[in-house]
């Protein structure tokens, strides 16, 4: 007997396994790649500087990759982000898999247990997270100078528009938000409360596309770091925009 059953019209037309087949090979590549690149020692070219190794933290005595001395800030703040929680939760845990699916735990402890409890520190790996994003500011704007001249080539756009992404993901984290005023129930009785106001009002747009900022800022990360290893390699030129 033919089936006449009429689709629904929200029905999703993807598979549901594909979102999170997706985010576990997204992460787990990146995870892959910036392991090897922190093996690797160095990550510079003329004016660039890998967004995996700023700041520069050489110490003489000991002999370790300059980027582990860093990329634990990004890597932890990214880790307990309260939206690649969700991400990693459903996709590598499938904890749950959906909103409408059930916890796959009969009891469920929530973050009180180790490790996830390391996701409490989220708040506090944001002040890491934007020192380092001060320095990537830094490595930006000396992009845009070559032997002592002003100029614009291919890497410093993308340097820019790498940083840029990354303000947006780091300032437009819930954390944040609630730092400069989420936490106040009555800004007319705070302390510089209307000025606070005003940045929780700035801030609010770049936590609504918090999810966009997440996943361009990681791809771009990466872009960033390869264009430089093809620059070392003598792969590519850098093109001269002005």
């Not at 059930?102 to 973050?111: D, H, K, M, T, V």
């Not at 070559?146 to 080539?153: K, L, Y």
């Not at 340097?159 to 005023?181: D, K, M, Q």
Request: glycine share 6%; with cysteine; net charge positive.
């Amino acid at each position: 007997m033919a089936d006449h059953t009429v689709p629904h019209p929200y029905a999703p037309s993807i598979p549901w396994w594909l979102q999170p087949a997706a985010t576990v090979t997204i992460l787990s590549g990146f995870i892959v790649y910036a392991t090897w690149v922190a093996l690797q020692g160095h990550g510079s070219y003329g004016s660039y500087l890998s967004p995996f190794y700023s700041p520069q933290v050489v110490v003489a005595s000991i002999p370790i990759s300059p980027a582990f001395w860093v990329l634990w800030a990004p890597a932890g703040f990214r880790a307990t982000c309260y939206y690649y929680r969700k991400a990693y939760y459903r996709s590598y845990f499938a904890d749950p898999i959906s909103c409408m699916i059930p916890e796959s735990r009969r009891r469920y402890a929530g973050e009180t247990a180790f490790p996830f409890i390391v996701n409490n520190l989220h708040r506090y790996l944001l002040y890491a997270a934007v020192a380092v994003l001060v320095f990537l500011w830094i490595d930006a704007i000396h992009a845009f100078v070559f032997d002592g001249r002003v100029g614009i080539r291919l890497g410093s756009l993308l340097f820019l528009a790498n940083v840029v992404l990354l303000s947006g993901y780091t300032l437009g984290c819930h954390a944040f938000r609630h730092l400069v005023g989420g936490n106040l129930d009555c800004f007319s009785c705070a302390r510089g409360g209307q000025a606070r106001f005003r940045l929780w009002q700035g801030v609010t747009p770049l936590n609504h596309y918090h999810a966009f900022w997440a996943w361009t800022s990681l791809f771009s990360v990466v872009a960033v770091d390869v264009y430089v290893r093809l620059l070392m390699a003598h792969v590519i030129s850098d093109p001269v925009l002005f």
